[in-house]
Each structure stands twice: as C-alpha cells, then as structure tokens.
C-alpha cells in the first residue's frame, strides 16, 4: 500500500463546475497536509494546507480533512480552465520531525470550456 | 521576495559522467530540501539540509549521490558517475520550517543518455 495514494485521472469537468480531488494516507498520525498545484513542465505550487478535522476554505479551494478516515480532499467551486493542471497531495508523517513530505502521483484535473 | 532558482533547468549527459546541480532556496529559509521525480512516478524525498547540516538523507539512492550546502546558503547535487535510471526531473525546495508548506524552485530536468 502507498502512503499516500490519489486516482490519477484524467478527472474532467466543465467549466464552471466542482471539481473534487481525492487523496487517502496509511500513516494515522500524520499531522499536515498540503494541496500542490503543478503545470505540465513547471514546479509544483502550493495551494492549500490543512491541518486540523474539517473544512478550510480559501477563495474558490476548499480543503477537507478526515483524519479518523484517513482522507484529505479539494474541492475547487466555478472551475476555470486555468485550473487545467496536476494536482498534488503530500502528507507530512507523524513521525516526521525534519519536514519531509511523501507525495502521491497526482491527479491530472482537465477543465473543458 | 526572489523564488527558489535551480540550474541548470535541463542537462543531458552520458551515462558515467558527472553532473551537478545547484539550488538557491529563498533567503532566511534554513531548511532546504532536494526531491526528485522519475518518469510515472511520484515525487520522492532525497534529502533535507538545515542550514549546512544534513537532517536527513535517507532517501539518496546510493553513494553515487553527494549533497552539499556549504556555508548553509546554496546547496549542490553532485551525481557521479551518473546511470541512465537516474534520469528525471529534480527539485529543490525551501522552507521557514514546520508546519510550513515548501516553495519549490522550477526543477532540473536531467537525461542520461
């Protein structure tokens, strides 16, 4: 099992829709969570951190953490197509004192006009 | 506020040759971090310096790989003799330190050949 595993899409959606991205963990007591955002050939750009049970909302992202499910996810509301992008989840591990964040593979998030 | 640079942003070298790679994290960030990403894969941890010292380098593939951080300001990946599954794009990050999110730099995308 990954530590940290997401669907790998494409997930594809219309504009102006939702748009929701998924993401589990294995490491129960891991602490934060953090939602990057990276276009083909550029560096991964972070867009949301969440650290504690529910909702954190910020302009059109919404993190959600379930930490009794082991589940982290992002919501976009009015999707654009420069949304178009690779989304991806890092988790830093509960045992984890140095700050080194494990990654899924992403999830490539394609918004048709 | 200057972002993290990375150099070269591409390189191809012959299998057996030596290449080495140079991070400039953000100033003020003690904790720099080198990551790397192979074709399909995730994103995976190499190392994590704070200021000149090596926090924790348990994911270096092996001893072909040498990091540095002299003076605790840029950091370099020396790769020697370089094997054609070292190929990939590598990233370097920087941090104020925990719970904070990384800034990472655009990356070097690596091609042995």
């Known amino acids: 099992q990954k530590e940290v595993e997401q669907n790998s899409g494409p997930l594809s959606v219309p504009e102006g829709a939702i748009a929701s991205l998924n993401c589990t963990y294995s490491d129960r007591v891991s602490q934060s969570f953090f939602w990057y955002r990276q276009y083909s050939g550029k560096s991964p750009e972070l867009i949301m951190s969440?650290?504690?049970?529910g909702d954190k909302e910020d302009g059109r992202f919404t993190a959600q953490l379930n930490k009794a499910s082991q589940y982290v996810s992002l919501l976009i509301r009015d999707s654009q197509p420069s949304d178009s992008a690779t989304y991806l989840c890092?988790?830093?591990?509960?045992?984890?004192?140095?700050?080194?964040?494990?990654f899924g593979q992403g999830t490539t998030l394609q918004v048709k006009p | 506020e200057a972002g993290v640079t990375q150099f070269p942003s591409h390189s191809v070298i012959e299998k057996g040759q030596t290449v080495t790679l140079r991070c400039d994290p953000i100033?003020?960030?003690?904790?720099l971090y080198w990551y790397r990403r192979v074709m399909g894969k995730e994103i995976k941890f190499l190392l994590h310096f704070v200021k000149e010292s090596k926090q924790d380098e348990s994911g270096m593939p092996n001893n072909r790989f040498l990091a540095e951080r002299t003076g605790g300001t840029y950091s370099t990946l020396k790769v020697q003799p370089a094997e054609l599954e070292d190929s990939g794009v590598y990233f370097c990050a920087s941090s104020q330190g925990l719970p904070y999110g990384y800034t990472f730099g655009s990356g070097t995308r690596l091609t042995v050949v």
């Open positions: 969440i650290y504690s049970n």
């Open positions: 890092a988790v830093l591990l509960g045992s984890s004192n140095t700050g080194k964040l494990i």
């Open positions: 100033s003020g960030h003690d904790n």
